[in-house]
């Protein structure tokens, strides 16, 4: 069982940057595959930025591709998602999900995620 808390969310002007972390309760955090999404109002989730569980490969939304960046610190059990040239586009409820797999794969689908964050909220003043 992975439990998840995500932070970092908040006003920000467009043009603006956020950093998002996502941290994870298991001591196994390292054999976790990890994805951010977003969910905006009247909308359905959806993918932003995903990582393996060493960080050594990432996928992005093409939306977000070239301004956010997703890390990770497996000794802290944390993920970060760097948000830079933030847009009004980008207002949303973004949440962190996590799934046991240790090898270079990344997911992008909702379905292929096990465990999920609250979320944290993410406002873009244009």
């Known amino acids: 069982q992975v439990q998840l808390v995500e932070s970092g969310g908040g006003l920000v002007q467009a043009g603006g940057s956020l950093r998002l972390s996502c941290a994870g309760s298991?001591?196994?955090?390292?054999?976790?595959?990890m994805g951010w999404f977003r969910q905006a109002p009247g909308k359905e989730r959806e993918f932003v930025a995903a990582?393996?569980?060493?960080?050594?490969?990432?996928l992005y939304a093409d939306s977000v591709k070239g301004r956010f960046t997703i890390s990770r610190d497996n000794a802290e059990r944390t993920v970060y998602l760097q948000m830079n040239s933030l847009q009004h586009e980008d207002t949303a409820l973004y949440y962190c999900?996590?799934?046991?797999?240790?090898?270079?794969?990344?997911?992008?689908?909702?379905?292929?995620?096990?465990?999920w964050g609250q979320g944290t909220q993410v406002t873009v003043s244009s």
């Open positions: 990582i393996n569980y060493s960080g050594g490969t990432t």
């Open positions: 999900a996590a799934r046991s797999a240790r090898s270079t794969f990344v997911f992008s689908r909702l379905f292929e995620y096990d465990y």
């Open positions: 298991a001591r196994t955090f390292s054999n976790y595959a």
